[in-house]
């Protein structure tokens, strides 16, 4: 278990105890005083590992599968001895344009916290510690633990999506310049090179908003609910502080949803560029090939051979027939340019 506890604490009227290392020990003198509560914080504990501590909080069979599984959408669950929050906090990497997930369970119930963290996103070392320089807000117990990570991730939401937004516009530029639909030849970032073209660019960045959309798009449901008094082993007048988590979500989810469709215009630009692009191109092959074909068809007749040519005969002959070609050609030449199709 040393392994996979992060850390535990007593919290005593807004403030960190000492209390028994064991966390056993722990929760019963946190629940003897009455007014205290136990932080418990997990790092991907294993089934054998989490046995010990579901049985000793108390925690729903079905809760502790989900929090064991680390595949789960963000959820609100009510239990007859807890309350089971999944958030699922996201991780950009700029250098590799990689919007990466993790998850964090949390579990509430009488005088404690049980936090359960999978992946290496929204460590909750920084939470803690803002926690504990603000005793006023740790005075409402385990709600104010589940409000500050709840805060916390969603500002980190915001923060990604800033940072996707400065990317995308960067896209844009790329796509909207003279040889933006030639391929990504010109891009400087990493992850963006010569052999990768503009649209698969495009739809990589898609797939990086969608994974993005997967953590915000059904956190709502839950903010809402907690936002709206009726929730157990919630804190009566906590309701305040999550409606203003959940103004934060609705505006990160408004983000999100900005950068899918920018993102579908863009690509949708991309392709009509392209379409434009090919057409012009396949008006100057057609051009040269109008121009080629009537030195060829001219070059044809005389190379049938026949006895009885009378152009054959006259010595102004050759170069009559090379300059009525010269005059064709130069003339569809200037016809093609005027249409601009040259």
């Known amino acids: 278990m040393p392994a996979v506890i992060v850390d535990c604490a007593i919290y005593r009227d807004g403030r960190r105890t000492d209390g028994p290392a064991d966390f056993s020990d722990a ?30 909080f ?8 989900d929090a064991l599984t680390a595949h789960q959408r963000p959820k609100l669950e009510v239990y007859d001895d807890s309350l089971f929050v999944v958030l699922k906090p996201v991780r950009y990497e700029p250098e590799n344009d990689i919007v990466s997930s993790g998850e964090l ?6 005088s404690f916290v049980v936090t359960v963290r999978h992946g290496e996103g929204a460590p909750l070392a920084a939470v803690r510690q803002r926690l504990e320089a603000e005793p006023e ?17 969603v500002d980190h939401y915001i923060e990604v999506a800033g940072e996707l937004q400065i990317d995308l516009e960067e896209l844009e530029e790329e796509v909207f310049a003279p040889n933006g639909g ?45 936002a709206v008094p009726g929730v157990p082993f919630v804190d009566t007048g906590s309701q305040p502080f999550f409606r203003d988590v959940n103004d934060h979500l609705l505006y990160a989810n408004e983000q999100v949803e ?29 051009a040269w090939a109008a121009m ?32 009525f070609m010269a005059v064709v050609v130069f003339g569809l030449h200037r016809a093609f340019k005027r249409r601009g199709w040259l």
Do not use: C
Request: hydrophobic share 45%; aromatic share 8%.
């Open 27 to 56: 929760l019963a003198e946190a629940r003897a005083t009455g007014d205290a509560f136990l932080w418990l914080g997990l790092h991907e504990a294993t089934a054998h590992e989490f046995d010990l501590v579901s049985s000793e």
């Open 182 to 226: 030639d391929g990504g030849s010109g891009s400087s970032r990493p992850g963006s090179g010569s052999g990768t073209s503009t649209a698969e660019r495009i739809y990589t960045f898609k797939r990086q908003v969608m994974e993005f959309r997967r953590a915000t798009g059904p956190l709502a449901m839950p903010m809402a609910r907690l």
């Open 137 to 153: 807000v740790l005075r409402h117990g385990p709600t104010s633990v589940l409000y500050a990570v709840s805060d916390a991730v």
């Open 105 to 110: 369970m949390v579990f509430i119930g009488d």
């Open 58 to 65: 108390g925690l729903h069979p079905l809760a502790v599968e």
């Open 292 to 323: 080629a074909a009537v030195p060829t068809l001219v070059a044809g007749i005389y190379g049938m051979n026949f006895k009885h040519m009378p152009e054959l005969r006259y010595a102004w002959a050759y170069p009559a027939v090379i300059a």
């Open 258 to 286: 900005a950068l899918d469709r920018l993102l579908s215009d863009i690509l949708a630009a991309h392709l009509a560029q392209m379409g434009v692009r090919q057409n012009d191109d396949m008006r100057k092959i057609s």
